[in-house]
């Protein structure tokens, strides 16, 4: 993966999501599909305060051939990602006009009650082509390795942003997006997610964090701790540097039974290259700075 050979970390840079509705669209997806879909259920507007809450609407489809059966009803899922209000739910709608009577700001809010509550988590492989080659050439191996392993629990998912990031793996309700796998190192997130716990190796971050300063210190505090709970390290706060840099963040985590204190820089691309999927990359360069263990509360 170009990303990798030129060095670049994925940690930091997941899109921030806080909660899902995720709709199943069989067949191939067009550049925008999610668009479409989302403009023949809700009129224009209907979905701006929700997702200006963190509510991510989301394509999914089983993984394989993708074959569309206009009689067959579609899979909806709703989820909050909140660390201490984690759920998931199931619905089914024979047409996707019924998607217009779901109470989004209370999705958006994290308030269940919308469907049948769903045990364990999903496993959502990009794998939107038509936004970027290199989500059809690197997610769909991890998306047939995860169908076959975890059958129920793995679709297909449209653009989670990031394609150089790719292969791009989301956990939902867990919250946590992972980018640059291969198929080996996705059945080992998948088996973490399934006892509750996080492979820190490739984490891109956890969605429902503050910003990518955040992110990437939780990351840093996992890795130092060797941390893998869904919330061994949540970030409490976030200031500036004391060096006056805009590029540079102090970040507060709870880790174990500590406050660590994360001074985290951002530094512009030092290295690109022409990938074959998405032309040109240029990775960001998220660096920790210091850690202090432990801070007084």
């Known amino acids: 993966m170009l990303t990798r050979r030129l060095g670049g970390n994925p940690a930091g840079t997941a899109a921030r999501m806080t909660s899902w509705l995720l709709v199943e669209q069989p067949g191939p997806w067009p550049a925008d599909a999610l668009e479409q879909t989302l403009a023949s259920v809700f009129e224009p507007g209907r979905l701006d305060a929700a997702r200006a809450a963190g509510l ?69 492989v990009c794998t939107h082509g038509t936004k970027d080659m290199c989500c059809a050439v690197l997610g769909r191996p991890l998306a047939g390795v995860l169908g076959e392993n975890h059958p129920g629990r793995a679709w ?69 701790l060797g941390l893998r709970g869904l919330d061994a390290a949540l970030a409490v706060a976030e200031r500036p540097a004391p060096s006056g840099d805009k590029e540079e963040r102090v970040v507060t985590v709870q880790g174990l039974d500590h406050l660590y204190e994360v001074t985290v820089h951002r530094n512009p691309p030092i290295q690109s290259g022409e990938s074959r999927c998405s032309g040109v990359i240029a990775p960001p360069a998220y660096v920790t700075r210091t850690i202090k263990t432990p801070v007084t509360a």
């Open 56 to 124: 991510r609407p989301l394509l999914i489809r089983r993984p394989g051939k993708h074959r569309r059966d206009p009689a067959a009803p579609r899979v909806v899922y709703v989820a909050s990602g909140v660390p201490g209000n984690r759920w998931l739910e199931r619905l089914e709608v024979a047409d996707l006009a019924e998607l217009a009577t779901l109470d989004l700001a209370a999705v958006a809010a994290g308030i269940p009650g919308h469907g049948e509550r769903v045990d364990g988590p999903l496993f959502l």
């Open 156 to 224: 297909e998912v449209s653009h989670v942003g990031g394609d150089r990031w790719a292969g791009n793996l989301l956990v939902v309700p867990d919250g946590f997006l992972h980018g640059q796998l291969d198929p080996g190192e996705a059945a080992l997130v998948a088996k973490a997610a399934l006892v509750g716990q996080v492979q820190p190796e490739q984490l891109r971050g956890r969605t429902s964090a503050p910003s990518p300063w955040a992110q990437y210190a939780e990351i840093a505090v996992r890795r130092h």
